[in-house]
């Protein structure tokens, strides 16, 4: 299975900043999710993002956050004003179809906001 | 809300041992995965059990989802330093979300 990949490995950002985070490169799949794990603490889903657009998303998963591909391959995510709790491992996962629910996951970015 | 329960939280043992860690829930699931996470990486997917009752085995490792799809157990026989990780059981719909366990922290002394 290839791999999925995510750019920056590490961010910090000062509270209040907007970041992206990317999931890159990412073949024909079309199954694409957004997890989180604080530091300790169990993996959370954010958001699925299906053919284009999101299939459904969590509780964390409010307004400051946004998932988009750009550029057909790319797959990323937006937090508009970062806060103190935010600080998180964010994995991006990607799906085969069929096969149950079975979803490969990124090394992940580490999320540090100041 | 689905939730997955793993049982036990943290286990030590000795290598050679052979060893159990249960994952619960009072839900039902479309299937069930099982994946391995080394610190500050990415889960890493052993297995996937989708029907009642089955039975995976992955050398050393042996997997079973419940009759009910509601719980799952692994097992490892004869257990090495180099099965020390945290084990992660996750359910879900098809192609929807998944749930995740609060893990297992497995420790296998030489």
């Not at chain 1, 993002?49 to 459904?56: A, G, L």
Request: aromatic residues 10%.
């Amino acid at each position: 299975e290839p791999e999925v990949t995510q750019t920056p490995s590490h961010q910090v950002t000062q509270m209040g900043q907007e970041v992206i985070l990317r999931c890159v490169p990412i073949s024909n799949h079309l199954y694409f999710y957004w997890y989180r794990q604080i530091l300790g603490q169990k993996v959370e889903f954010l958001v699925s993002f299906y053919n284009n657009e999101i299939s459904e998303k969590s509780e964390i998963f409010d307004d400051q956050f946004s998932v988009e591909r750009p550029d057909g391959s790319n797959f990323t995510l937006k937090i508009r004003s970062t806060k103190l709790e935010d600080s998180a491992m964010y994995f991006c996962a990607k799906k085969t179809s069929g096969h149950g629910n079975e979803q490969f996951f990124g090394p992940g970015t580490r999320l540090t906001v100041l | 809300t689905q939730l997955l329960e793993q049982s036990p939280q943290f286990l030590s043992i000795q290598e050679g041992e052979n060893l159990t860690v249960y994952c619960n829930s009072s839900s039902v699931f479309s299937s069930l995965q099982w994946y391995r996470q080394e610190p500050g990486e990415g889960p890493v997917l052993l297995v996937t059990v989708v029907t009642g009752g089955e039975v995976k085995k992955l050398k050393r490792l042996t997997f079973q989802f419940g009759d009910a799809r509601k719980d799952s157990s692994l097992h490892i026989t004869a257990a090495q330093p180099g099965d020390t990780g945290l084990y992660l059981c996750a359910g879900g719909t098809n192609a929807g979300k998944s749930t995740f366990g609060d893990g297992t922290t497995l420790t296998v002394k030489p």
